[in-house]
Every structure is written in C-alpha cells, then in structure tokens.
C-alpha cells in the first residue's frame, strides 16, 4: 500500500472515531498593496508680472498705481527746462522764486488758507505765451521739494502738448476717465523718472471737450485728486482763454490761477480780457515770460508757439 493510500484510510479512521484532524493554520496570500506611483507633473511656471516702461502697473495705497515712464532729462536740459541735475541754472532760480507763493498757498492753514489751494492753473490770453513750458517747469521745481508729490495734467484737450514735449508718446489720460466710466484715475496715471512727479496726459480728443470738463464728473474727478492727497500738488496745462471755452469751464474749480503773458507782444486789453474770465478764482497770479534782461543772466524764461516746437530765442 502507498503512502497515500495509508493517509486516505487512516482519514477514513479518524471520521469514523468522530475525531477531525488538527486544522491546519489558515494561510492566506498576502498580497502585497500597490500604491500608485506618483504622477511626475511638470511644474507650472511661475509668473512675475514686472511692469515695463509705459506698460506695468504696480500696487499702491489698495489700487493700480501709476505706470512708470522714462524721461530724457538731458535733451529737457538742452530745451531750456529744469530739471533734477542741473538745479543751479538761471532757469532753475527763476522757479524758485515763482513757486514759493504757489506753495505757500497750496499748503496753508488757518484764517489765510485757500480752498483748493494745490489745484493750480497755468493758463494764458493767448497761444503762444509760454503756458505750457511755465507748467512743466512748475511742475518739476515743485516735484524737487522735500514735502510735496505733483501730478502736472495736460488740460489742453484740443492740443496736447506735455507727452511730445517730453518726447513721449500719446496716452490715454483725462478725457478718457471723464467719459469711458471703465478707466479710473490710476489707469493713466503715469509715473515719471523724477522723484514725486506723475503726469495725467490729455487723453483722447472729443467735440465736446467744455462740456465734459464743466461736467459733475470732472467735479468728482478733481475732487477726487484734490483730497486724496493731501500733500499732492496739482497742475493744470490749461488751454488759452481767449481761444478757446475749455479754460473757462476748468477755471471755476481752481484755488489758483497763473496767467502767463509774453512781454513786448500780449496787448493790455488782452491780458484784461483774460483776467476777466478768471475773476471768480481766488488767488490770481501773473507771470511775464520771454522777458529780457540786462547783465550776465541773459535771457529768462522762453515759450513756444501754441502747436509749435521749442526754438531757442536766447
């Protein structure tokens, strides 16, 4: 008899007795948990958005700031401006002088102070005076004090001339927040490589420029840069009075106003025309530009034709 032959019958023998063989421990096949692999997944970049020259924004005060514009200090230098490396030029002491009442007034507290005293019009009778070289150079002396910001607006919607002169190019700017209501303020705000001056340019043109800035919207809107900053001096590149509608409009919200006029060529009854239309301004100043002088200071203070380029009349 085999082996298994043995087994089986000793089996038999067991059931029969009522007896069961010692179970056997259980065994159960482990097999082994796979774990997935993990998936290899090519890292997402990394985005930094920088702002480029004429193109960025950054955040400031909660808000889009200003985008940052490069501008050519030399070739400004050369057209006879100030600027924040040459500040011991004629030009440079000429605006000192002008400004100091500008800001005393811009700034001042108490019995004497003046309502909207750092909203600032530059402004003429006539094209052609000098207004909008009086305007950046204000702008720019102002910005070289230690206590102040200054935004310069190009308010001369029908012929913008702060951006060219700059040699820049044209932006969106003023009448662009004044009638698209999806561009704000800090939009088109653009900030300058000299330290506290930002520039709001004209923006696009329209037929109804008088309209939109003796708007409620351009209330709000200077309302807006007036109060927001309180050490923030502004400036208005203001259309001339005699030529056009849009400095009148502009003029009734001024705290003050800076008339340029030509010596040896704006007639008295011109400059009494224009100071009749800003009468309602409380603070009234008047500059005479492209007056010559005796001595080693030469000639001070040049304009440029309305729409024209700079021409060096010294």
Do not use: W
């Amino acid at each position: 008899m085999s082996l298994i032959e043995k087994a089986v019958e000793r089996l038999d023998q067991l059931k029969q007795a009522g007896l069961e063989p010692a179970s056997s421990p259980e065994v159960k096949a482990v097999t082994p948990e796979l774990k997935p692999e993990p998936v290899q997944r090519t890292p997402e970049p990394v985005v930094t958005v920088k702002p480029s020259v004429g193109r960025g924004a950054s955040i400031e005060q909660g808000s889009v700031s200003s985008r940052e514009i490069e501008i050519d200090l030399e070739r400004l230098h050369a057209l006879g401006f100030v600027t924040p490396d040459h500040p011991r030029t004629v030009i440079a002491e000429e605006y000192r002088v002008v400004k100091r009442p500008l800001l005393k007034n811009a700034v001042s507290n108490g019995d004497v102070s003046v309502e909207d005293g750092n909203l600032i019009m530059v402004t003429s009778a006539l094209p052609g005076e000098g207004k909008s070289f009086t305007a950046l150079n204000l702008a720019i002396s102002m910005a070289l004090e230690l206590d102040h910001t200054v935004l310069l607006v190009d308010a001369d919607v029908s012929k913008p001339s702060v951006l060219r002169t700059l040699g820049l190019p044209p932006e969106k700017g003023l009448m662009d927040v004044l009638t698209n209501k999806d561009i704000a303020l800090p939009d088109v705000l653009l900030k300058t490589n000299i330290d506290k001056l930002s520039i709001l340019p004209a923006g696009n043109t329209t037929q109804r420029a008088t309209e939109v800035l003796a708007s409620d919207g351009m209330n709000r809107l200077l309302d807006e840069m007036a109060r927001r900053y309180s050490d923030r001096i502004i400036i208005f590149d203001s259309p001339p009075l005699l030529v056009t509608t849009e400095a009148r409009a502009l003029a009734a919200h001024m705290g003050q106003i800076v008339l340029v006029v030509e010596s040896e060529r704006t007639t008295h009854s011109a400059v009494k025309q224009a100071a009749a239309m800003i009468s309602a301004c409380p603070i009234k100043m008047t500059l005479l530009n492209k007056c010559s002088q005796r001595g080693t200071a030469g000639y001070y203070g040049y304009g440029y034709g309305y729409g024209y380029g700079y021409e060096n009349e010294a």
